[in-house]
């Protein structure tokens, strides 16, 4: 596809952001299954939930460009979820492989943070005002979740005593 419009921008955008939320519904199960801390397990299947309604979304705002909804190998993501599943694999204490665990998925939740403010952002530019309240409805999700992750990492997993 060649970029000549910023529609065309933002389509493009819209085809890597739907294929990261797909490859997303794949990972999160792995990593809520190799968390120990209870409190991190449901985080990461609330996010499932919350990723599926993004996967929906993401349709809906196709829909409002008149385009089927299509993947694009979204690089970035598959390089972001390879790192989460060598931290799955590691032989590590567990609360060390949760805390592991949450830094893969803030980084995640980072790269969709500007994926989804940059889409949003064209959609206000193309006067959009459907798709951009779509967006924006998940650019909070993820912040909201990234804050989820921080406030788990400072308050239970990361204040437990270290056995050196």
Known sequence: MKLETLQDLLIDELEDIYDAEQQLVVALPKMAKTATSPELKKSFEMHLEQTEGHVKRLEQVFKIFGEEPERKTCKAMKGLIAEGAEVIKEDADPEVK?????????????????????????????????????????????????????????????????KN
Do not use: C, W
């Open 98 to 162: 949760d805390a592991a665990l949450i830094s893969a998925a803030q980084r995640v939740e980072h790269y969709e943070m500007v994926a989804y403010g940059s889409a949003r952002t064209y959609a206000e530019e193309l006067g959009k005002t459907e798709a951009v309240e779509l967006l924006e409805e998940t650019l909070k999700e993820e912040k909201q979740t990234d804050s989820k992750l921080t406030k788990l990492a400072v308050t239970v997993i990361n204040l437990k005593p270290s």
